[in-house]
């Protein structure tokens, strides 16, 4: 069975400073692994996906993720934090293919601070 | 370029009603998912379809039943509507190209 686990719920930066959303998995397979971002009253977007490629994973708006199966996490990072990027931001998992169903984590809510 | 349609986009109903929720996905996307998202809660697996055959079931009650249709949209039916099925209700179809679910904007159901 998969799972994840984000480990923050609320993060909270200045605008113009980085960002570290938290992300640890379970799976007993090889997984895709995404960051999807929700804006408030809207759909899911998606950031970036891992799919056994590049351990480096770059998405949209100049965020970006780290594979390490040795940690079993996916971080998700920004070198530096936009008015624009504040929303709540998920972790989800899918074993083997990325043709299953995805598991979410809780959702990380990012507050950007001028 | 095209998404994902969901409709209607907000949806009231009384308790004990039935709706009926529709997703059209992006062309030549031959697989969709159903996910429910509860207030302040993260989105929970229903029910997904490839080619017209159900594929996968997760956790959706038996008041509920989809289908995919021949040109592949597809349509969540619940029945015996309970405050409990209040939430914002996303359809996703797959790009079996770069493996990736893209979700529609969701179809946010109240129950009264």
């Known amino acids: 069975a998969q799972s994840v686990t984000q480990l923050d719920s609320h993060v909270s930066v200045s605008e113009g400073t980085p960002v570290l959303l938290r992300c640890n998995y379970s799976?007993?397979?090889?997984?895709?692994l995404f960051w999807y971002v929700q804006h408030p009253n809207k759909g899911l977007q998606l950031l970036l996906k891992y799919t056994s490629a590049a351990t480096l994973v770059k998405g949209i708006n100049g965020f970006e993720a780290e594979f390490k199966k040795s940690e079993t996490s996916f971080h998700l990072t920004k070198p530096s934090a936009h008015m624009s990027d504040a929303a709540e931001y998920f972790c989800v998992v899918t074993e083997g293919t990325s043709y299953g169903k995805l598991t979410f984590g809780q959702g990380t809510i990012l507050t950007v601070h001028p | 370029a095209a998404g994902v349609i969901q409709s209607p986009r907000h949806l009231i109903k009384e308790k004990r009603e039935t709706a009926t929720l529709k997703c059209y996905p992006i062309?030549?996307?031959?697989?969709v998912y159903w996910y429910q998202q509860g207030p302040g809660q993260d989105p929970q697996f229903l029910i997904s379809f490839y080619e017209k055959m159900q594929s996968d079931k997760g956790s959706i009650p038996d008041r509920f039943s989809a289908q995919q249709f021949s040109d592949y949209h597809s349509e969540l039916n619940m029945s015996s509507l309970e405050l409990g099925d209040s939430a914002l209700y996303f359809c996703?179809?797959?790009?079996?190209?770069?493996?990736?679910?893209?979700f529609g904007p969701g179809t946010r159901l109240l129950v009264l």
């Open positions: 996703a179809s797959l790009d079996r190209g770069d493996e990736t679910q893209y």
């Open positions: 799976s007993s397979y090889s997984p895709s």
């Open positions: 062309p030549r996307h031959d697989t």
